[in-house]
Nanobody, 124 residues
Framework: QVQLVESGGGSVQAGGSLRLSCAAS????????MGWFRQAPGKEREGVAG????????YYTDSVKGRFTVSRDNAKNMLYLQMNSLKPEDTAMYYC?????????????????WGQGTQVTVSS
């Protein structure tokens, strides 16, 4: 049974940091591109960051470049998102997801497996 379990969300003031984690199981983790997505109330799901199978290539939406860092540990089947300099507009439910190639966070429908999400709230 495939499982993606996010953790690390919470409430933080603007300018603060959080580190999200995603534990994967039930499939061959190292064969899949991984991505982080977010969805705020009333808004569409947005691709935030993606990372290639071996971690050599990373992708970010423009609004988080320079502030967020995605990484993965294939030995532990773990995905991470380090979020620094958080802004109120980063407030959303954050999801991790897995996709076979290609790795395009602009195309959420290409991601096959999804977690249940972890809430991030940034106050001003």
């Amino acid at each position: 049974q495939v499982q993606l379990v996010e953790s690390g969300g919470g409430s933080v003031q603007a300018g603060g940091s959080l580190r999200l984690s995603c534990a994967a199981s039930g499939y061959t983790y190292s064969n899949y591109c991984m991505g982080w997505f977010r969805q705020a109330p009333g808004k569409e799901r947005e691709g935030v960051a993606g990372i290639s199978i071996r971690g050599y290539n990373t992708y970010y939406t423009d609004s988080v470049k320079g502030r967020f860092t995605v990484s993965r540990d294939n030995a532990k089947n773990m995905l991470y998102l380090q979020m620094n300099s958080l802004k109120p507009e980063d407030t959303a439910m954050y999801y991790c997801a897995a996709a076979p190639l290609p790795c395009r966070i602009s195309e959420p429908y290409e991601f096959k497996y999804w977690g249940q999400g972890t809430q991030v709230t940034v106050s001003s």
